[in-house]
């Protein structure tokens, strides 16, 4: 989500003529857009902010902002604790980011504008924003949540659920297609209530447009909440041919005596049960979640039923995190915190446990032949510099169950290290790694199929 929003900061200072710059002491403007999930990320904002004092002070003219939640959780306390700060503004307050900057150039002030609104104000791109090199980006259908579950900031920082208009979703993806995109990820913190509210279309009606979306061939969406997951959502995984095979359905806790008191809304059992539909439905199907260890009030035998949990499921990846208190979030006030050492080992044991399934999946897959989204050069090419014509380019794209392959093309010499970017190949997988895959093209010639009937597509 904040990697969007950065790219809707980024479009609305174009308006202002200002351009990206990788070399951060260079910069006339610094902005820190910023993330409260946590209290680890949080931590990060202010050692982040403390280092700029001292080029603040080399360039008094320089500008520095911070946006998203922690600006919009602490608002002018920010001010307060970094005096070089210029600007604070807070998750509903990008498209007014441009006067804000205008106003402390003309008038020299400090400013801060964290006023929340219900209704999503959209901001007119048309002339620019779109130009992009990358062949997979996310697009938000919705913000904020209500459904306060006890652990999370989201609802006090994002706030109330509001989804934005089908048709300037669709249009947004029509034209990130045209500049070479490829595979979109939709996302909202619990994208099976799109709609809901406002009376749009539901989610799988949304998904079954975005699908028929001429030149795009992926989409991607995050998060579910298991609570709301339809037979409707679980059937378009059949139905249509560009959802990849992949869900990510957090369940935060195996043991439905913390459920409960984490306002989850499901019980262990309702999450078994969605888990063998999905599977049922789409047999291939990736599924990955997130786990809290320690929450508070959290005993040895909670935590051994979220270890069961994991055991029974066998995900195929899991992001796991210590509890930590958030300001406004109901559980920051509960009784039974558990000690940070506590914490630590119950999260490596998760790991460590979560690390054999992933490891365990991946090593199934050798020998097999997955269609990969061709996303650029490998990090390790990168790392190399770019292939000559002598040289087999290492690639790397994603399996529609969104495992990580990094692979050569066979045909590279001859073919002089043809542009595969944008692209859907068949990969032979020659080798599993914990985190990723290794492989090469299949046959003499990369298999690519493209859109519906064409042979390749190349972005
Ligand atoms: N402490 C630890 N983890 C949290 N998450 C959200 N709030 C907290 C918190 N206070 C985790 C949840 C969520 C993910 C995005 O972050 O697992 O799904
Ligand atoms: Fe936070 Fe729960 Fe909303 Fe997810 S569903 S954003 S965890 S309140």
Redesign the pocket.
């Known amino acids: 989500m904040n990697v969007y929003d950065s790219e809707q900061i980024a479009k609305g200072l174009e308006f202002l003529q200002y351009e990206m710059t990788p070399f951060l002491e260079k910069a006339d403007l610094i902005i820190v857009n910023t993330c409260a999930?946590?209290?680890k990320a949080e931590q990060k904002v202010f050692s982040f902010l403390g280092r700029l004092a001292g080029l603040k002070k080399k360039r008094p003219d320089l500008i520095i902002g911070v946006g998203g939640c922690v600006a919009q959780q602490e608002g002018a306390k920010i001010l307060e604790r970094v005096p070089h700060l210029d600007l604070v503004f807070g998750t509903h307050a990008i498209n007014r980011l441009p006067n804000a900057i205008q106003a402390i150039l003309t008038k020299k002030c400090r400013i801060v504008d964290t006023q929340m609104s219900d209704q999503i104000k959209e901001m007119d791109f048309s002339a620019n924003g779109y130009d992009t090199k990358e062949v997979s980006r996310f697009v938000t259908i919705m913000q904020g949540c209500d459904n306060y579950?006890t652990?999370?900031?989201?609802p006090y920082v994002r706030g109330r659920e509001t989804s934005r208009d089908p048709e300037k979703i669709i249009s947004e993806i029509r034209r990130l297609v045209q500049s070479g995109v490829r595979e979109v990820t939709l996302l909202g913190q619990n994208v099976n209530s799109y709609g809901m509210k406002e009376g749009l279309l539901t989610f799988p009606e949304l998904l079954r447009h975005i699908n028929d979306i001429d030149g795009l061939l992926r989409i991607r969406f995050t998060?579910s909440h298991p609570k709301d997951l339809s037979q409707d959502l679980i059937h378009s995984f059949k139905d249509l041919d560009k959802l990849c095979h992949h869900i990510h359905l957090?369940i935060?806790s195996g043991s439905n005596r913390i459920l409960k008191r984490m306002n989850r809304k499901y019980t262990r059992e309702i999450y078994l049960e969605k888990v063998d539909k999905l599977r049922n439905t789409c047999s291939d199907i990736a599924i990955t979640s997130?786990?809290?260890v320690g929450f508070p009030g959290e005993k040895r035998t909670d935590f051994q039923e979220t270890l069961d949990l994991i055991r029974t499921v066998e995900f195929d990846g899991l992001?796991?995190?210590?509890?930590?208190?958030?300001p406004n979030?109901s559980?920051a006030r509960f009784s039974d915190k558990i000690p940070e050492d506590e914490k630590k080992k119950r999260l490596q044991q998760v790991l460590d446990l979560q690390e054999q399934f992933t490891t365990r999946k991946n090593k199934t897959l050798t020998g097999s032949t997955q269609s990969v989204l061709v996303e650029g050069f490998s990090k390790k090419q990168n790392q190399i510099n770019k292939p000559n014509s002598s040289q087999n380019a290492q690639w790397t794209g994603r399996t529609s169950t969104n495992k990580i392959v990094n692979f050569y093309n066979s045909d590279d010499l001859k073919a002089g290290n043809e542009n595969m970017m944008g692209r859907l190949v068949n990969i032979k997988i020659l080798q599993a790694f914990s985190h990723s895959l290794w492989g090469k093209t299949n046959g003499k010639e990369p298999g690519c199929f493209g859109l519906r009937g064409e042979k390749s597509y190349v972005a």
Do not use: G, H, L, N
């Open positions: 999930i946590r209290e579950c652990y999370c900031v989201v998060t957090p935060q997130d786990i809290i992001f796991a995190f210590k509890y930590s208190d958030r979030a559980a």
